[in-house]
């Protein structure tokens, strides 16, 4: 599975929208973006996933560029709820059943 | 009910006790996964089950040993504790096709 980058920490306005960003360049073709988030020291939490088009559910949308190698989860009016660790993860449905996470983004809502 | 049960949610042990952390998922998925979580950092990979005669070692298995009972359970074992393995344990299950569900963890402490 391929490996993803993301900033330590962000921080964003309550109310605006947050937009933390991922860079997965060694991305394949069959592997998908997931995202998933932490809140305080609790189990992580499913947010969305896609593969080359953009998506959206009712927590996130989920940008991804062109050339997959990179990818952008956007939580469109941020709540201090929001206030989390957010995992971005690269993997095929098809693979291994590993599941990688690395550090994460640590976004801090600010009221 | 919870998709995800870890038991305890909270154990204090001595140094060289063995102890054993239990996971129990109601979702019917074939995968289970055992991870750490130390203070300010990601979740590490301890070991990785497809079913109950598949058994994996993940980033950071020593000192750690597991057992998958049953298709809906996974343990996780320290034979001897010994205190760096303090920390923050997640047991997690997803399927073929489908995200991951975590437990609310189980938070151990080695004296």
Known sequence: DAKT???????????RAA??????????????????????????????HGLKNNETNEMASLIITEDRKSSTLILPHATLRDTAVYYCI?????????????????????? | DADVT???????????????????????????????????????????????KD??????????????????KFSLSLESAIPNQTALYFCATRGENTEAFFGQGTRLTVV
């Open chain 2, 55 to 72: 058994i994996n070692k993940g980033e950071i298995s020593d000192g750690y040993s597991v057992s998958r009972q049953a298709q809906a």
């Open chain 1, 90 to 111: 690269v993997r095929s449905l098809d693979s291994s059943y590993k599941l990688i996470f690395g550090s994460g983004t640590r976004l801090l809502v600010r009221p």
């Open chain 2, 6 to 52: 870890q038991t305890p949610r909270n154990r204090i042990t001595k140094t060289g006790k063995r102890i054993m952390l239990e996971c129990s998922q109601t979702k019917g998925h074939d995968r289970m996964y055992w991870y750490r979580q130390d203070p300010g950092l990601g979740l590490r990979l301890i070991y990785y089950s497809f079913d109950v």
């Open chain 1, 5 to 15: 980058t993301q900033p330590p920490s962000m921080d964003c306005a309550e109310g």
């Open chain 1, 19 to 48: 937009n933390l960003p991922c860079n997965h360049s060694t991305i394949s073709g069959n592997e998908y973006v997931y995202w998933y988030r932490q809140i305080h020291s609790q189990g992580p939490q499913y947010i969305i």
